[in-house]
């Protein structure tokens, strides 16, 4: 007798489009083609825009295989899908001559192309690291990249929301020229976000150029700014809280010790940004920029800061001292700070009671990374504190420098605390502490 019920279907086969859709999200390319020849309604959501919406090109200067297959099929699929993007990154990683330059000038000025004929969504452009100001970009192919770029940017700008250019390193006119380019058709932009963080060449005063200040006059509702303290001056101050003080939230400004940052920014310029934006924090980034006298010039009282990072790597200086930092200058930001980074070479002074004490005035830091010479105390001493509630800390990350390479007892007596504070730790921290030789 012939059976004439028909098979089980699995129980992928009745799977809401949506919950599919989710699913293949988490795919790359390859699977996803895959799946694509599964079935008819497999094929039908893997052609879903929501799945191509956003992507990432990177581009290899010594590309393995793989990494090559990846970047052809990161491109043809971008180019099929084209009409969806919305979010676009491209990576640069190790470009190594001037070959990969000119290939990767090619690429991308086609594929901006393609996407000014098929793309009316895209929102937000990210492509970080170009380094134009190396030899490896000849001068003709830099100029070729830059005028496709400043078209690019111009044909999109009027959806464009999200712009990051970190790392592009160009002239002062080039980059106001790029700038100019998202403001081009209506002479002002609503880009609520860009990153300008190293988009300028190194050693380039740009605080005193009139031709960056127009430019910046031409963005109206900026809520996010990233960019170098040499950039600054009373002059960008005045113009942010006259055009996008409605809107601004956060400047997130790095100082490094290779960008010019002498010059005088008075406090009342500040107070005027912060009292027209009263929603705006401001994040503060130091590269070896460690002096108190530079950094009393740049961390005024009227700035609300947020957030403090110092970083001076592995360099030190005979005469450089942070201890008035730690207990002159930061203390003044006790009631607005709320993260602090140190990344110090302080082998030549021990700074436990300072940075304890910068901690427990600060009633709203929320979290905290060190790695610095420091005693194992200092962090019994902390969670101590924790403990009896006079500091909020949610974030505790220590790297305990130490001349010595034999680490035994340190790590013993770390162990001993975290058992002593298990409890704590456990539910109310992100805690990382160790022991780190140096020699």
């Known amino acids: 007798m012939e059976d004439d019920s028909e098979p089980e279907q699995s129980p992928w086969a009745h799977l809401p489009d949506v919950c599919l859709r989710r699913v293949f999200h988490c795919l790359d390319d390859r699977d996803r083609s895959h799946t694509a020849l599964v079935c008819k309604k497999w094929n039908w959501a893997v052609h879903s825009g929501s799945l191509w919406r956003s992507r990432t090109i990177t581009f290899c200067g010594q590309p393995s295989r793989e990494d090559t297959q990846e970047l052809q099929s990161a491109l043809w699929y971008v180019k099929k899908f084209a ?71 111009k044909r999109m700008s009027k959806r464009l929301d999200y712009l990051n250019l970190k790392g592009a390193r160009v002239t002062l006119e080039e980059g106001c020229e790029l700038l100019n380019s998202l403001s081009c058709l209506t002479n002002e932009s609503f880009l609520s976000e860009i990153n300008i963080e190293d988009f300028f060449s190194l050693h380039l005063p740009v605080y005193s150029s009139t031709l960056f200040h127009q430019s910046i006059s031409k963005f109206h509702s900026l809520v996010i700014l990233t960019f170098n303290y040499n950039c600054i001056s009373d002059d960008l101050l005045n113009i942010l809280a006259e055009h996008s003080a409605h809107t601004l939230c956060t400047l997130n400004i790095k100082c490094h010790i290779h960008d010019p940052h002498g010059q005088v920014v008075w406090g009342v310029s500040w ?85 304890l004490q910068l901690i427990l005035s600060c009633k709203r830091m929320l979290f905290l990374k060190v790695w610095a010479f420091l005693s194992v105390n200092f962090v019994e001493r902390l969670l101590q504190n924790r403990a009896e509630g006079k500091c909020i800390l949610t974030t505790i990350k220590v790297k305990i420098y130490t001349a010595q390479l034999e680490t035994s007892e340190e790590d013993s007596l770390l162990c001993d605390i975290y058992r002593r504070f298990k409890y704590l730790i456990d539910t109310e921290l992100n805690y990382f502490v160790s022991i780190y030789p140096i020699v």
């Open 271 to 355: 107070a005027n940004l912060a009292k027209k934006a009263p929603k705006l924090n401001v994040n503060f980034f130091f590269e070896r920029v460690m002096r108190h006298d530079d950094l009393a010039k740049i961390l005024l009282v009227e700035i609300p800061v947020r957030s403090i990072s110092l970083r001076s790597f592995y360099f030190t200086e005979p005469d450089w001292t942070m201890r008035p930092t730690l207990t002159n200058l930061l203390p003044v930001y006790w009631h607005v700070l709320q993260k602090l980074t140190l990344e110090l070479n302080n082998d030549h002074e021990v700074l436990d009671n300072e940075l």
């Open 83 to 153: 009409k969806y993007l919305v979010c676009l990154e491209i990576k640069l990683w190790n470009p190594y001559d001037t070959a990969f330059t000119e290939k990767f000038q090619v690429t991308v000025t086609g594929l901006f192309s393609h996407l000014v004929k098929c793309n009316h969504r895209l929102v937000s452009l990210s492509i970080k690291y170009l380094a134009l100001d190396r030899l490896i970009w000849r001068n003709v192919v830099r100029a070729q990249f830059l005028k496709e770029l400043a078209n690019f940017l």
